[in-house]
């Protein structure tokens, strides 16, 4: 997710940009495919660039990140209860800036379902 995520809202970049952007330094080999398996999935394009490629996100990655979300939720929070989440907040170290952005997100959220009522 992490090499997706670096994709958003950016020109298309190569391998060697997407990597020395990344928190966490891989293989130049790992990072290559990576992307190549998103191109093949339809997550990503890329165009030639001389004798390299440059990756970009394909215009179904939101749906498809959406769908990874999707998929850690159910596995994390069967059945919906967010415990385990309040559980995980007490456990971790956040940032100020984390929590803020966090209520941010929950604010947003309690926004939308106070309006629909």
């Not at 992490?2 to 952007?21: D, K, N």
């Not at 191109?39 to 490629?53: A, E, I, M, P, T």
Request: hydrophobic fraction near 40%; charged fraction near 30%.
């Amino acid at each position: 997710m992490s090499v997706l995520g670096l994709l958003g809202g950016h020109e298309p970049q190569s391998v060697a940009e997407l990597r020395a952007r990344l928190e966490k330094k891989l293989a130049y080999t790992t990072v290559m495919t990576v992307l190549a398996r998103l191109h093949k999935k339809g997550v990503v394009v890329r165009v030639k660039d001389g004798n390299r490629y440059r990756y970009a996100q394909a215009m179904r990655a939101p749906e498809v990140k959406s769908g990874i979300l999707s998929r850690v939720r159910r596995a994390l929070f069967p059945g919906g209860d967010a415990r385990p989440l309040l559980a995980l907040l007490e456990e971790e170290e956040l940032s100020r800036e984390d929590l803020r952005a966090l209520r941010a997100v929950i604010d947003r959220r309690l926004e939308g379902r106070m309006a629909t009522r």
